[in-house]
């Protein structure tokens, strides 16, 4: 007799324990396939003949083993999909790992995105795909909320700086300011221009008193991606001038994806990461004003 008749035939209700082997041994022997989304908790105890509390306690069980992602409020949640073995030994830079995991955050009804970074550059670049496909109307969201924190700009940057004496270093400054204020705009403006399509769009930048170290992506409030700010020198040529700075490439920087349903340590990360990043976003943060 397998877990699942013994749990359904049993005499008196099953455990929660019960519960979670079978539908563990659903999902492995792919009864519940990958991606999809599991049976909702009023059904899941219809079936089984327990609380709604019984099945809540399973599925936490299966979201520790890291067999479910989380749902979104209301949502029931889906069967975990497995990462490649490539994926797994293979971290990936942000440009190349960004857009498609913003493409999949688009896929959701209400969209949020909140991130950490130097400039919006390369949100810009992986927000292409995305925006293409919504005003294409293949992903159709009902709202955007878009929060973005950048370094103010009157701040004495820790990074893009001179790296020698003979570079000015208020050119340096300027020069990052305009690139902050550029790619910012630019981000606003694609982002609304997704009103024409009926949908509700927010998009805020707000700016820090320091340079942030790490750059940070929240994703719908179930995804973090964080990557360290690799200084390097470099030559870029500013203000007419061949000038050596420290600077770091947002998009080379490796990119770590942290997913609420993927086990505690995960879970844990994803919710201190966006409790994280919201204190900033109250306490420190004020209104961006960027330059015409």
């Not at 397998?2 to 659903?26: F, I, M, N």
């Not at 969201?141 to 701040?155: E, G, I, Q």
């Not at 879970?267 to 420190?284: E, H, K, R």
Request: proline fraction near 6%; charged fraction near 25%.
């Amino acid at each position: 007799m397998t877990h699942e008749q013994q749990a359904v035939t049993a005499k008196g209700k099953p455990s929660y324990g019960q519960v979670a082997d079978v539908l563990t041994e659903r999902i492995r022997t792919g009864e519940l396939r990958a991606g999809e989304r599991m049976p909702t908790q009023e059904q899941l105890a219809a079936e089984f003949g327990v609380e709604r509390r019984t099945v809540r306690q399973a599925l936490d069980l299966l979201r520790d083993a890291g067999l479910l992602t989380e749902g979104g409020k209301g949502a029931p949640a889906r069967v975990s999909v497995p990462p490649s073995r490539d994926a797994e030994e293979t971290p990936r830079t942000t440009a190349a790992a960004l857009g498609p995991r913003l493409v999949e955050a688009f896929e959701a009804p209400n969209v949020r995105v909140d991130a950490i970074c130097l400039t919006t550059e390369t949100l810009n670049q992986a927000l292409a795909e995305p925006l293409r496909r919504v005003q294409a109307r293949e992903i159709t969201p009902h709202s955007v909320r878009v929060r973005v924190l950048v370094p103010a700009s009157d701040l004495n940057l820790a990074f893009p700086r001179p790296a020698e004496q003979s570079v000015n270093g208020d050119e340096v400054h300027r020069h990052w300011l305009s690139r902050r204020d550029g790619h910012g705009r630019v981000l606003m403006l694609s982002l609304r221009a997704l009103a024409t399509r009926g949908i509700e769009v927010e998009v805020t930048l707000r700016t820090l008193p320091f340079t942030p170290p790490v750059k940070l992506y929240l994703l719908n409030g179930a995804e973090a991606l964080f990557a360290y700010y690799d200084v390097h020198e470099r030559t870029e040529r500013i203000a007419g001038t061949e000038s050596r700075i420290f600077d770091a490439l947002g998009s080379d920087s490796t990119l770590f994806p942290f997913e609420s349903g993927g086990g505690r340590r995960d879970q844990a990360f994803v919710a201190q990461s966006q409790s994280w990043f919201d204190s900033l976003w109250g306490t420190l943060a004020v209104d961006a004003v960027l330059d015409a």
